[in-house]
Every structure is written in C-alpha cells, then in structure tokens.
T-cell receptor, first 114, second 110 residues
C-alpha cells in the first residue's frame, strides 16, 4: 500500500480563490482525519470521519471550510474563499478502528494564499 | 479541558548528550498518550505509546499521573534523532481523534 495519498502537494493561490485538497486513505481504514499544521498552533484537528460519516467538525475554523467523504476511499477539504491566514500544511490521516491511537499520515498539502 | 502542552519549541543538544522532551497534559479521565515523530522529508509517524511501555530507537516515555506528564527521554542523543516530535492524547470514546501538542524540534549537533 502506498499509504495515505494527498494532493496537491503544494498549492499557491490568491486570496478569494477556492482551494480543494484531496485525500485517499489507506484501504480498509475506517477513520479519516484532517489536521492543519502551523508554526504558531502546531497540529490542529479540523474534522474527522468514521465510516464516511463526519463525527466532529468543531475544529473547522469557519464556514469557509468544508469537508466531505463521499466514499471510503476519498475525502476532500475545501476552502472557499481562501484567505492568507489559511496558509498552512494540511494533513490527512487514516486509522483502522476508533481507539488505536495510531494514525497514518499523508505527506501533507502545503497551501500558500497570497 | 483536553490539552497537550509541549513547552519547548526548540531543543538543541550535542551528540551523546541526554535528551528530555517535555509533555504535559490536561485530561479528566485516564489518559492514553503517544509520541509521534516527523523526520525531515518524511511523514509524521508513531514513535511510541505509553501502554506498550516500550523503548523505540532508544527513546522511552513514562506516564506520571501525579505530574500529568509524559516526557520523552533518551540517554545518548544521535544526530539521526533530529526531527520534530509531537506528544498526543487520545481521549476516551471520541472516535479515535488525537489531540496534539505544538511540537518540539530536536536538533542534535555533532
């Protein structure tokens, strides 16, 4: 297995543009997590899914952020409209089961909003 | 409140010196704690978990409930230990989400 796959690896966009980040979890994993990494705040959980169902989106900063998981092998994180303060590395992670504590992370999507 | 605090953003030591990366947590129940590591140009990955009481790459971490701490230690640091280290808390019955600290960058100098 290639592990968790994220795309794009790098995205540079202008303020106001829509950004879509994509994630393919490890096959068979039933939990998926979106985290944001910044120098100031470290790793923050944005939202997570169990069996494709969003469980907790309390970490989503504001209505500009949305996430979907239409099936077990694909998830998206969308920012519309994007702002410079959204610049960060966005990580997707998946896990098998809900209480293992072992998350498998993707390589991250580095977003720069100008 | 559920919180993980890593007070040091950067820790710099010389090769062969002991290392201790600090982690404190706030959690009302019985915690499950983990250390994750991110080496340069690699993915964030699990290093060790407290319930296993294992030593990985020479690192150990002991849960101290009295001090609400889970510090990561290694007696003799190696240059290849240079990386970003994150302490994480797994709250009970919350879908498997992890709450991470802000991370500590460890730099081991030759």
């Amino acid at each position: 297995d290639a592990g968790v796959i994220q795309s794009p690896r790098h995205e540079v966009t202008e303020m106001g543009q829509e950004v879509t980040l994509r994630c393919k979890p490890i096959s068979g994993h039933n939990s998926l997590f979106w985290y944001r990494q910044t120098m100031m705040r470290g790793l923050e959980l944005l939202i997570y899914f169990n069996n494709n169902v969003p469980i907790d989106d309390s970490g989503m900063p504001e209505d500009r952020f949305s996430a979907k998981m239409p099936n077990a092998s694909f998830s998206t994180l969308k920012i519309q409209p994007s702002e410079p303060r959204d610049s960060a590395v966005y990580f997707c992670a998946s896990s098998l089961g809900q209480s293992t504590g072992e998350l498998f992370f993707g390589e991250g999507s580095r977003l720069t909003v100008l | 409140a559920q919180r993980v605090t890593q007070p040091e953003k950067l820790l710099s030591v010389f090769k062969g010196a002991p290392v201790e990366l600090k982690c404190n947590y706030s959690y009302s129940g019985s915690p499950e704690l983990f250390w994750y590591v991110q080496y340069s140009r690699q993915r964030l990955q699990l290093l060790l978990r407290h319930i296993s009481r294992e030593s990985i790459k020479g690192f150990t971490a002991d849960l101290n409930k009295g001090e609400t701490s889970f510090h990561l230690k290694k007696p003799f640091a190696q240059e290849e230990d240079s990386a970003m280290y994150y302490c994480a808390l797994l709250p009970y019955n919350q879908g498997g989400k992890l709450i991470f600290g802000q991370g500590t960058e460890l730099s081991v100098k030759p």
